[in-house]
């Protein structure tokens, strides 16, 4: 059997770099509580190398923060907006779904679609938002990743499945209320994980990378212990420099994975395995999951270097991680083609 390996991020290369970040980051030029000094400042000292600022239709200025904090091959701040877009739909509970979309790397702020009046579009579906805001954010030279879509049990795979290929696909935000593990009501209403949604979407051929990340707005509140803090989710991207740049090169072929906390040392991906060596911590035990076409599971291995063999009719092979205390790798697929 041929396979070609249509998705090969920059895994198995000699001399890597991981680079830990966050691509979802708020601070008081938006509705986050502290300012942009005080955000970079807690990335910075808490063992990221980059982070990315995201605010509701803003674009922070990130020169400054990279004079103060920025440091080569140590630090960079990467400038980047959220697209605030909600849809109104009175047959959902809260009358409004939320199709919010990152832009990462952008150079000018995208409004989200409203009326003349600065309200809501009416009319307008979250796919049809999507297509819209997605286009806008590659014409202002960002990358797009899709945001939280079980907040509000807001977007279903019929809203996604028009999505371009290589974007971001966020399965992990750290935030209080996100429902990343989906669920059923008392109705029997059943909204499936994000990590399920992304699997339907790499069923479908669909070239997505998948996103853990913080959408921290809380740090002086956090002192406060009322709201959830940042360094929950982020990613651990493989480049051969720290710039921004080849963050973003790196973001669009996939060379990363996103962690709540299990740390990886290598992932070698071809057309005939996926060996993942993991970075053990204390007397933690692992087990890791390797998944296919239709979120199927291939195997479950148990250590530190677990190993798939590829059979090449699986679709795609992507593998979970998860620690014995519930913290969590994703790698992202190897996608296969008969
Ligand atoms: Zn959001
Ligand atoms: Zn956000």
Known sequence: MLCVLLAQPLLGQTAPRWYRGNTHTHTINADGDASPDVVVRWYREHGYQFVVITEHEFLTDVAPL?????????????????????????????????????????????????????????????AESYARNIAAIRAAAGIAQINHPNWTWSVRVSDLVQLPDTLLFEIWNGQAGIQNLGGTDD???????????????????????????????????????????????WIMVRADTLTSDAIMTALARGAFYASTGVLLSDVAASDTAMTITIQRRGDNRYRTRFIGRGGRLLADVPGTRPRYRVRGDEGYVRAVITDSNGLLAWTQPVVLRK
Do not use: C
């Not at 069923?203 to 940042?230: N, Q």
């Open 187 to 233: 109705a029997g209403n059943v909204a499936p994980s994000s990590e399920s949604l992304w699997d339907s979407l790499l069923t479908r051929g669909k070239v997505v990378w998948g996103v853990a990340s913080d959408d921290s707005h809380d740090f002086l509140r956090l002192e406060e212990g009322r709201e959830k803090g940042p360094g929950r989710a």
């Open 66 to 126: 990279n004079g103060i904090f920025g440091a080569p091959g140590r630090f960079v701040v990467m400038s980047g907006q959220e697209v605030t877009q909600y849809v109104v739909d009175s047959a959902h509970p809260s009358g409004r779904r939320q199709a919010h979309v990152n832009g990462i790397g952008t150079t000018r702020v995208v409004m989200p679609l409203r009326d003349p009046a600065g309200r809501p579009a009416r009319g307008v579906s979250v």
